[in-house]
Nanobody, 126 residues
């Protein structure tokens, strides 16, 4: 069973930056696609970003394009999400998710992922 642990969340001012990490253990991470999702209070979980197994293929929600960057280091079993130019509407719990069979066309659907982390809180407020 794969375990995913997110870290790096916190509180920042609008326009600030944060770097999130998702560390995998329990299974070889190399051939898993990984997505980041977020969920704000009272809202459904929404897709943020996706990275394919080798880091070459990425995809982003329109709301974060140009501000967030996803990357991975398979040697470290880690996927990163750099959050720049943060806005109050980015406030949410951020989750990483992994699956050996996910691909770009279905990467935005939470049901495409078998393994989930516990989440890390990101708060953007003045």
């Amino acid at each position: 069973q794969m375990q995913l642990v997110e870290s790096g969340g916190g509180s920042v001012l609008p326009g600030g930056s944060l770097g999130l990490s998702c560390v995998a253990s329990g299974r070889t991470f190399t051939h898993y696609g990984v997505g980041w999702f977020r969920q704000a209070p009272g809202k459904e979980r929404e897709f943020v970003a996706f990275v394919g197994w080798n880091g070459q293929l990425t995809d982003y929600a329109d709301s974060v394009k140009g501000r967030f960057t996803i990357s991975r280091d398979n040697a470290e079993n880690t996927v990163y999400l750099q959050l720049n130019s943060l806005k109050p509407e980015d406030t949410a719990v951020y989750y990483c998710a992994a699956d050996a069979h996910v691909y770009k066309l279905v990467a935005a659907k939470p049901d495409s992922y078998k393994h989930w982390g516990q989440g890390t809180q990101v708060t953007v407020s003045s």
